[in-house]
Nanobody
């Protein structure tokens, strides 16, 4: 079983940075596609970024391109989301997800495993 846990969220001022981490216990995720999604209050869960198992391919939502970077360290079984130039509209609960499929993985229903989420709040 794949168990995911996000960390690194918090309160930051607009223009600041945060790095989220997604670790796993149980089954390794080194062979999994990993995604980051976010959900703001009253809104649907939204695709943020995806990375393939080797880390050679990444995909981003248009609204985070140039600001966020997804990466992974398979030796540590950890995926990261570096978030720079944060805006108030980035405020949301951020979730990591895993599955065995290929491609951009922009839809949440493509993923089999989810973490509990970490809150990111950006003050303006």
């Amino acid at each position: 079983q794949v168990l995911l846990a996000e960390s690194g969220g918090g309160l930051v001022q607009a223009g600041g940075s945060l790095r989220l981490s997604c670790g796993t216990s149980g089954h390794s995720v080194s062979g999994y596609r990993m995604g980051w999604f976010r959900q703001a209050p009253g809104r649907v869960r939204q695709f943020v970024a995806t990375i393939n198992p080797s880390g050679s391919a990444t995909y981003y939502a248009d609204f985070v391109k140039g600001r966020f970077t997804i990466s992974r360290d398979n030796a540590k079984d950890t995926v990261y989301l570096q978030m720079n130039s944060l805006k108030s509209e980035d405020t949301a609960v951020y979730y990591c997800a895993a599955d065995r499929d290929y491609g951009p993985g922009r839809r949440s229903n493509e993923y089999d495993y989810w973490g509990q989420g970490t809150q990111v709040t950006v003050s303006s």
